[in-house]
């Protein structure tokens, strides 16, 4: 465990690869820790010459918990957002972004290539789009623009998302984690479900902050329609989306492509809203071709 203090919180992370290397932030989504990233990933980043962060967002995994916020009323604060009214969250998707800069500059690392998946993609948006010089290259996966024109999420996909257990026993908050992973996953690549327990279980015990993922997702609604600030992305971009993700449509990210001048978009088919590991090569050539139009 490695945890470092950068925006005046803690940040748990963990760096792989040669320090030398060029450096690759990753940013991981919604209540998700940065053990969703998967190893074989990092190691094919790594393989591909580069240094590779990832880190805990506050509110989930080892970093800074913001309980004392309280747990926000989600349903209300959808309906502010729909009637056009705003409401301030416990922190933004922008203090997020600060946190990934502020985790660059406690490890002494000017600018990297900057990758989100989700709502991670939402925060890198937001690091390139505010702090242009601390970043090299773009790649935003599973993600979206904010344009509330977009098509919504399935029902079923928001269904899991939202009706994560706030306490339970073990087992039925390992059964949730799981089927939240396969009903949001990619159709062409099922689960190895042996594999996927043993994925859900681990991150269970390594920290069970739900409440945090609530607070999250209050930031998401605060922050709504980015395209504006996307226009203002200067780095290389590549957006990567699956044809299949039922929680962030492909729609997200089309708009998203389209918002960034000369983003680049790869559509991967039979993916949905997770990293299959028949498709990490993909991803990380993808990754690496936007580092090498970042240099």
Known sequence: MTAIIANGITLEYED?????????????????????????????LVARGFRVIRFDNRDVGLSTKFDRAGLPDLAQLMMAMMSGRGFAPPYTLSDMAADAVGLLDALGVPSAHIVGASMGGMIAQLVAADHPTR?????????????????????????????????????????HG??????????????????????????????????????????????GDRRERLRRITAPTTIIHGDADPLVPVEGGRDTAAAIPGAELVILPGMGHDLPLPLIDDIADAIAATAARGR
Do not use: C, H, K
Request: charged fraction near 20%; avoid cysteine; charge should be negative.
């Open 135 to 175: 970043v090299r290259s773009l790649t935003s996966i599973m993600s979206t623009s904010g344009n509330p024109s977009l098509p919504p999420a399935r029902p079923e996909a928001m269904a899991v998302l939202t009706g994560r257990p706030m306490s339970a026993d073990r087992e039925t908050i390992v059964a």
């Open 16 to 44: 792989a690869g040669d320090p030398a290397a060029q450096p690759i932030l990753l940013i991981m989504g919604l209540g998700a820790q940065l053990t969703l990233w998967p190893d074989e990933l990092i190691d094919a």
């Open 178 to 223: 799981m089927r939240t992973a396969q009903v949001i996953g990619s159709p062409a690549y099922p689960y190895d479900l042996d594999r996927l327990r043993t994925r859900v279980e681990r991150d269970i015990d390594r920290s069970f902050a739900p409440a945090g993922a609530m607070r999250q997702m209050s930031a998401i609604l605060a922050d």
